[in-house]
């Protein structure tokens, strides 16, 4: 039985960085064919898919976020983060890291999120 949690600073200022780790337990971050992915809801707007890294330690990103984004991995730690640069309000949102079988939209696991508030 898989298990995600978020973890993050909970306020972060404007043009800085946002940091998110999510553990992994019950279950390897390198099992073959998972995909590990953020995705993100702000105040009265549908859920955006962030990114993800995969099984094999292959990264994918939204093109709209792309520039701005980087998600990683820490296998020793079955650890997974994601880091969002030049943050403004608008990236206020409750952060959510998943588990996506083979990168096909199939998200059957999900942390229960963390809400993170950017504002000076």
């Known amino acids: 039985q898989v298990q995600l949690q978020e973890s993050g600073p909970g306020l972060v200022k404007p043009s800085q960085t946002l940091s998110l780790t999510c553990t992994v337990s019950?279950?390897?971050?390198?099992?073959?064919?998972?995909?590990w992915s953020w995705i993100r809801q702000s105040p009265g707007k549908e859920l955006e898919w962030i990114g993800y890294?995969?099984?094999?330690?292959?990264?994918g990103y939204s093109p709209s976020l792309k520039s701005r984004t980087s998600i990683s991995r820490d296998t020793s730690k079955n650890q997974f983060t994601l880091q969002l640069t030049s943050v403004t309000p608008e990236d206020t949102a409750v952060y959510y890291c998943?588990?996506?079988?083979?990168?096909?939209?199939?998200?059957?696991?999900w942390g229960q999120g963390t809400l993170i508030t950017v504002s000076s």
């Open positions: 998943a588990r996506d079988l083979h990168g096909g939209n199939a998200l059957d696991a």
């Open positions: 019950g279950g390897s971050i390198t099992t073959n064919y998972y995909y």
């Open positions: 890294i995969n099984y094999s330690g292959s990264a």
